[in-house]
């Protein structure tokens, strides 16, 4: 092959190579720039105060199908949907909105199959496939970007009291994270500096003496 031939492709190679590389450290600083902005800025919550809440009601679930309470997974299956509800009308990543739509069809199945029933056995499987669901949607909001939940906020609040299950945490929604408060300009105080002597000294007195004669012409 020719010599130079060869040169130009190196060339156009390694220029190439350079460009993807620079390419992802410029996307790799706009998102960290982007995490940062949203975490200060808003004082919202976000995608990631999401998945928390859906990571509490799903330990609290997991710890209600453990003691077969039937009432306490009707109970949280109800607050589960509106949360289900809210991530579905925010701009996710593909794979979440994917996750989050499967677990509000499962959720539904259990809500609809529950009333009724004294014993979880008959839908075992379809709970432990919502906790399957969630626990991969939880995941998938933790790993991403806090993207600002839609209006209305906060967090839609429980619709039914969650009953305590032993050993299991009641789910809390968290804050909203608080946003710094601007600084304030504090005047810096005042110097103490000695203001100059108003009344300047007065003259030293003059002994009492009596003036001398004027020689006579």
């Keep these: 092959m020719n010599v130079r031939l060869i040169r130009i492709v190196t060339v156009v190679a390694t220029a190439a190579m350079v460009s993807v590389l620079g390419a992802g450290l410029a996307n790799a600083t706009t998102a960290n720039r982007l995490e940062s902005e949203i975490a200060q800025a808003t004082g919202q919550q976000t995608t990631h105060t999401a998945g928390e809440y859906l990571q509490q009601l799903r330990t609290y679930i997991q710890g209600a199908v453990d003691t077969d309470d039937v009432a306490a997974v009707e109970a949280a299956v109800k607050n589960l949907r509106p949360v289900l509800g809210v991530v579905a009308r925010t701009p996710v990543e593909r794979s979440a909105a994917v996750l989050n739509d499967r677990a509000d069809v499962q959720a539904a199945q259990v ?74 300009d504090v005047p810096a105080p005042p110097v103490d500096v000695p203001a100059p002597p108003v009344d300047a000294p007065a003259p030293p007195a003059l002994p009492d003496a009596p003036l001398p004669a004027a020689p006579l012409p």
């Design 111 to 184: 809500e609809r199959d529950l009333p009724g029933l004294t014993l979880l056995a008959p839908i075992t499987g379809l709970v432990t496939s919502l906790l399957t669901t969630l626990l991969d949607l939880v995941t998938s909001l933790l790993g991403g970007l806090p993207l600002p939940l839609p209006l209305p906020l906060p967090l839609p609040l429980p619709e039914l009291p969650l009953p305590e299950v032993p050993g299991v945490p009641l789910p809390e929604i968290p804050a909203a994270p608080e946003v710094p408060a601007p600084p304030v």
